[in-house]
């Protein structure tokens, strides 16, 4: 069985500080991992993947994760947020060959305040 | 990456009628899905659309209420039947890559239902 669990609903932060989105699965298989952004009133955006290369994966927009097998956590950084950051992020398990087993996490509302 | 295009975008609908969503992909992907997003929640699975045959539903769906087609690999709709206000939820239309089981989004359909 898979779960995902986004330690918190919401996030705010100053523009120009970091961002920590917290992330942990359950999985009992070798999981795919993925963080997909969706901005107000449109579609879900691939942020970044792991499949199984590198453990610290980089996105787009300056983004990265770490994939951390001992803690069982994906949680997503920034260095510094910028106003086009604000948007709900969702975290996404997968099992490698079901890709029907997709599961999302409830999502993570992130502000940032100027 | 796969470009996903749905229609309508948003459409606001009596109770009692029904509304089909179409999806078009540009590329063969290797799985489509039935996604539902109802007012700030996560997403749901509707259902897999598989090509030339019924599709799979998810526990709480049912084919009744949530009729899909998917007749070649690149096209699939889903009809939302007998609408009532709880229907009222953004559907998205989904497409995963053969390799790594990255899921690729449509902008959704944001239907309201009177």
């Known amino acids: 069985a898979q779960s995902v669990t986004q330690l918190d609903s919401h996030v705010s932060v100053s523009e120009g500080t970091p961002v920590l989105l917290r992330c942990n699965y359950s999985s009992s298989y070798s999981p795919s991992l993925f963080w997909y952004v969706q901005h107000p009133n449109k579609g879900l955006q691939l942020l970044l993947k792991?499949?199984?290369?590198?453990?610290l994966v980089k996105g787009i927009n300056g983004f990265e994760a770490e994939f951390k097998k001992s803690e069982t956590s994906f949680h997503l950084t920034k260095p510094s947020a910028h106003m086009s950051d604000a948007a709900e992020y969702f975290c996404?398990?997968?099992?490698?060959?079901?890709?029907?087993?997709?599961?999302f996490g409830p999502g993570t509302s992130l502000s940032v305040i100027p | 990456s796969a470009v996903i295009s749905q229609k309508p975008s948003r459409d606001i609908c009596q109770r009692g009628t029904s509304l089909t969503i179409q999806c078009q992909v540009d590329?063969?992907?290797?799985?489509m899905f039935w996604y539902r997003q109802q007012p700030g929640q996560s997403l749901t699975l509707i259902a897999t659309?598989?090509?030339?045959?019924?599709?799979?539903?998810e526990s709480g769906f049912v084919i009744d209420k949530f009729p899909i087609s998917r007749p070649n690999l690149t096209f699939s709709t889903l009809t939302v039947s007998n609408m009532s206000p709880e229907d009222s939820s953004i559907y998205l239309c989904?497409?995963?890559?053969?390799?790594?089981?990255?899921?690729?989004f449509g902008e959704g359909s944001r239907l309201t239902v009177l």
């Open positions: 659309a598989n090509q030339g045959s019924e599709a799979t539903y």
């Open positions: 996404v398990v997968s099992p490698k060959t079901s890709y029907d087993k997709v599961i």
């Open positions: 989904s497409g995963s890559a053969a390799n790594t089981g990255e899921l690729f």
């Open positions: 590329s063969q992907v290797t799985m």
């Open positions: 792991y499949t199984s290369a590198a453990t």
